[in-house]
């Protein structure tokens, strides 16, 4: 099974944090493909620079790393994933995670996240266990 982290799951899992559960890191552990948006890059890179986020090195350099170390695969932002998030059902109004939502629905896989919105779509949610 593959599945798609959201970009609190990468920070999450990035710093250890139990806000990840066991449950969702066995299943991390266990996918063949665990994807991570380039829209999280972004995200992370955007509250990185606004100081709404600390990290350990510059955002550029924490994200290659991280996906690096943790053997995640990057899933790129397409023109479908594009036209698609504004398309969406007007549940969610966040719009970095419309186009991880948008890419979930494409790639078929379901999101780790405790973000509560993201099965209104349909797809299947990891992490809401706890």
């Not at 063949?32 to 606004?50: D, N, P, Q």
């Not at 939502?101 to 990891?126: C, E, N, Q, W």
Request: aromatic share 6%; proline share 7%; glycine share 6%.
């Amino acid at each position: 099974m593959n599945l798609l982290l959201d970009t609190c799951a990468l920070l999450w899992l990035a710093s250890g944090d139990p806000q990840l559960d066991e449950s969702a890191r066995q299943r991390i552990q266990q996918a063949s493909i665990v994807y991570v948006s380039v829209l999280s890059g972004f995200e992370v890179a955007l509250k990185w620079r606004r100081g709404k986020l600390t990290l350990p090195a510059a955002a550029d350099d924490w994200f290659t790393t991280v996906v690096e170390h943790h053997g995640l695969t990057p899933a790129p932002l397409d023109l479908a994933d594009a036209m698609r998030a504004p398309q969406l059902p007007d549940i969610h109004r966040d719009p970095c995670d419309r186009f991880i939502i948008a890419t979930a629905l494409r790639l078929g896989v379901p999101v780790v996240t405790k973000d509560p919105h993201f099965s209104a779509y349909g797809l299947t949610v990891i992490g809401q266990e706890g």
